[in-house]
Each structure stands twice: as C-alpha cells, then as structure tokens.
C-alpha cells in the first residue's frame, strides 16, 4: 500500500463538512444586536480582512478602545456566534464563523422575496 495514497485518502474522509445553520428569529435579532455597535462592527471588518486567525494584540491596535473594552466586545461577538475564540494559553485568536454568516446572509435576503417564495 502507497503511504501517499492512505494518507491522502483519510485526509478526504477527515475534511471537515461545511455545517447548514439555521438560525431562529430570537438567533438573528441577537446578531443584529451585535452587530449594532461600531465598535463591534469596526472589529468584525478586521477580522474579515485579515488572512489567518486575528490575535488580540493587533485587534487591539485597530480600535481605540482599552483591552477591557475589547474583551466585552469579543465576549458578545462569540454570544452572538459571530467569531470563533481560540485560546492558547495567554493568546487569543479571532476569526469568522462563516456558516453564521452565510445563513444571516440568506435570511436576511428571504426577506426582499415575495411571501410566496419564501421558505
């Protein structure tokens, strides 16, 4: 047996499955919510941009805001699930969950289509 192959073949099986979110009324007005503050808004725009995990340390240096600020803003980010926290050890890292987004997106579009084509 070829190890190239096997390990190729069991990274398929592994890959991770995008997830389908369905979000309830209560679960979209708790993300608008989040969404509402600029400060918020300001944040989840660099998180966007950026191309890896965002650290705190460069989150912080985008806002004007105290390291308490900022940790109440990401607390209500991650209730909302909008971003997704990983800790390691003192160092934390930020980044999209795009699934949230993605059905926000689609039920926030839902909305401008005639009550006939709505799900």
């Known amino acids: 047996m070829n190890p190239m192959v096997a390990s190729s073949e069991s990274a398929v099986e592994t890959a991770p499955v995008a997830k389908t979110v369905q979000l309830s009324r ?3 007005a708790a993300i608008l919510k989040a969404l509402a503050d600029p ?3 300001k944040l989840l725009e660099r998180i966007a941009a950026s191309t890896c995990p965002l650290g705190c340390a460069e989150a912080l240096s985008t806002l004007a805001i105290s390291p308490a600020t900022l940790s109440h803003h990401i607390k209500e980010l991650e209730a909302a699930g909008l971003v997704h926290v990983e800790r390691a050890g003192k160092f934390i890292h930020l980044s999209l969950r795009t699934e949230v987004w993605s ?3 689609a ?3 839902a909305l401008g289509q005639p009550r006939s084509t709505r799900r």
């Open 107 to 109: 039920s926030l579009a």
């Open 26 to 28: 209560a679960r979209r």
């Open 39 to 41: 400060h918020r808004l």
């Open 103 to 105: 059905a926000l997106v």
